[in-house]
T-cell receptor, first 114, second 114 residues
Framework: AQKVTQAQTEISVVEKEDVTLDCVYE???????LFWYKQPPSGELVFLIR??????QNEISGRYSWNFQKSTSSFNFTITASQVVDSAVYFC???????????FGTGTSLTVIP | DSGVTQTPKHLITATGQRVTLRCSPR?????VYWYQQSLDQGLQFLIQ???????AKGNILERFSAQQFPDLHSELNLSSLELGDSALYFC?????????????FGPGTRLTVT
């Protein structure tokens, strides 16, 4: 089965705190792709990052970083020094190479309190 | 502005009716994806087209159909509408057929079935 689990439904942090959003996935495919998307209150979806299953290097982009660990089937997302503009719903997604479908987690709603 | 346009922005219709949602991808993008976001089902991948051909199929109901035209715009047809079809429908586009590359999302069409 292909599945993405985001166990954290809602998180609130105070501005400037670091926060980690968890994502755990299940797949039988040996080749697969993982994604994070952001959905701010305005509603549009914004692509943040993609990772393929052969690339376990962690990535940092400004205040954002991603930790991909195949051993634990996790692809966690950390925001450092959070800001109010980070308040959004964040979705983790998986695309295997069987059927090419996308599977989304249920999303984590992040609120950054000023 | 992602460069992806969707029309209409809002649509209110009655059960049993049929509607067509339209999406124009970014200039140069050959892939178009359709997603449904509802409170019940969360964010779900419906279907992908690449250069006019169906590329991947997700949880798309038989009452729904889509196509991509030679000018690369796409339409999602929803028929025999039910209350549960009320949702936000997103279109996204990307350059490649793989689904691995960055997707750019339109603002969505909010469908309300009464």
């Amino acid at each position: 089965a292909q599945k993405v689990t985001q166990a954290q439904t809602e998180i609130s942090v105070v501005e400037k705190e670091d926060v980690t959003l968890d994502c755990v996935y299940e797949t039988r495919d040996t080749t697969y792709y993982l994604f994070w998307y952001k959905q701010p209150p305005s509603g549009e979806l914004v692509f943040l990052i993609r990772r393929n299953s052969f690339d376990e290097q962690n990535e940092i982009s400004g205040r954002y970083s991603w930790n991909f660990q195949k051993s634990t089937s996790s692809f966690n997302f950390t925001i450092t020094a959070s800001q109010v503009v980070d308040s959004a719903v964040y979705f983790c997604a998986l695309r295997g190479n069987t059927g090419n479908q996308f599977y989304f987690g249920t999303g984590t709603s992040l609120t950054v309190i000023p | 502005d992602s460069g992806v346009t969707q029309t209409p922005k809002h649509l209110i219709t009655a059960t049993g009716q049929r509607v067509t949602l339209r999406c124009s991808p970014r200039s140069g993008d050959l892939s178009v994806y359709w997603y449904q976001q509802s409170l019940d089902q969360g964010l779900q991948f419906l279907i992908q087209y690449y250069n006019g051909e169906e590329r991947a199929k997700g949880n798309i109901l038989e009452r729904f159909s889509a196509q991509q035209f030679p000018d690369l715009h796409s339409e999602l047809n929803l028929s025999s509408l039910e209350l549960g079809d009320s949702a936000l429908y997103f279109c996204a586009s990307s350059v490649a057929p793989t689904g691995y590359d960055e997707q750019y999302f339109g603002p969505g069409t909010r469908l309300t079935v009464t």
